[in-house]
């Protein structure tokens, strides 16, 4: 992408049409179920507690906010069933509450939310969080900076369990509001993660209009504008939309090129020979070396010839020496008794 395209982008902040844009979603909205208006986070806690207990309604709200992370809102809904009836039978009281959630074991609360991702991360999330609200007086936080100090909890997850709470802070930002964002010019082409997106939403779109904006688009993404083959024909914004008219758009991942049978086979071949060429290279090292050992090994047997011979010699040398020295002494008496003759 150009810089000079990068500017034109930024400099069509807030982006035309998008009111139209947003009306038309809205329209569409109300023609759809999706799963987010059935089973979203702010359905899963239980009935009718919100006025009798805000405090245990708000944790619930939590752990399905915390167990909905990149997971269907199908799976989500059936973990906290699970962990509500489950909890309940086995230590009574609330039944989904921070007290419970700390006397289950570990392993029996991931086998509870066994269908949601990153089960096992999850669960140790929902320990350490439960601990924190219940050293916070059984309050769960109503801040952002306080929830973004619960393990395991995002700006995403904070800012829509604020939502739900009544207070909006900025706009969650999940993967379906990230692609159709994307896919609307509602965010700049370097905008590739969620919290870019976030950052650069919250900065065109006015205040009013923040608290819609997940719904809306979270239940359009799961049904018409999905991640992997939207439904373009039934969508009413397809004028406005620059996935829909633009084949070379920035939102368009780069599909990979299928190989063809004779390249995958050359590939193969190539590979072969690359496997083929380090065994010799691997035999030839090893015989390398074998020979440079056995030079060693004869080297040093060689050495140890030598020095045996020398001691040898050396020894019989001085075993004749000192034969001669004795017959040189055994010589001189008799030396001495001539000369005496003389
Ligand atoms: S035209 Fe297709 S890609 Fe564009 S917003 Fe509609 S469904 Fe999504």
Redesign the pocket.
């Known amino acids: 992408m150009s810089k000079k395209k990068v500017t034109d982008i930024e400099d069509l902040f807030p982006p035309p049409n998008w009111r139209k844009v947003l009306k038309k979603v809205k329209q569409m909205r109300k023609s759809i179920v999706s799963p987010v208006d059935t089973m979203g986070a702010s359905c899963l806690s239980e009935k009718n507690i919100q006025k009798t207990d805000r405090e245990l309604w708000k944790f619930q709200i939590l752990v399905g906010v915390m167990l909905s992370s990149l997971t269907k809102d199908e799976m989500t809904a059936k973990a906290m069933s699970q962990l509500k009836d489950g909890l309940k039978k086995r230590y009574g009281g609330k039944g989904l509450c921070s007290a419970n959630i700390l006397k289950c074991p570990n392993d029996d609360l991931v086998e509870m939310i066994s269908c949601v991702g990153f089960k096992n991360r999850k669960a140790v999330s929902l320990k350490k969080m439960a601990q924190l609200i219940q050293d916070n007086g059984d309050k769960v936080p109503e801040t952002l900076p306080e929830l973004l100090k619960i393990h395991g909890v995002g700006n995403k997850m904070a800012l829509l369990a604020l939502q739900i709470y009544g207070h909006v802070k900025g706009i969650p930002v999940d993967s379906h509001v990230c692609v159709?964002a994307q896919?609307?010019n509602w965010a700049k082409p370097q905008d590739n993660t969620p919290d870019k997106v976030r950052v650069t939403l919250e900065q065109w779109v006015p205040k009013e209009n923040w608290e819609e904006i997940n719904f809306l688009l979270v239940g359009?993404?799961q049904v018409?504008?999905?991640t992997v083959k939207?439904?373009?024909e039934?969508?009413?914004?397809?004028k406005?939309?620059?996935?829909?008219n633009d084949e070379n758009h920035w939102s368009r991942k780069k599909k990979k090129r299928r190989k063809t049978k004779k390249e995958k086979e050359k590939e193969k071949e190539k590979e072969n020979k690359r496997k083929k060429k380090k065994e010799k290279d691997r035999k030839k090292k090893k015989k390398k070396e074998w020979k440079r050992k056995e030079r060693k090994k004869k080297k040093k047997e060689n050495r140890q010839k030598k020095t045996k011979k020398e001691l040898e010699s050396s020894s019989e040398e001085e075993i004749k020496k000192r034969k001669r020295k004795q017959k040189k002494k055994s010589k001189d008496p008799q030396q001495k008794s001539k000369k005496k003759r003389f």
Do not use: A, D, T
């Not at 039934?234 to 397809?238: A, D, H, L, R």
């Open positions: 159709i896919r609307l359009f993404g018409i504008c999905k939207p439904v373009c039934n969508c009413k914004i397809s406005y939309c620059g996935y829909f």
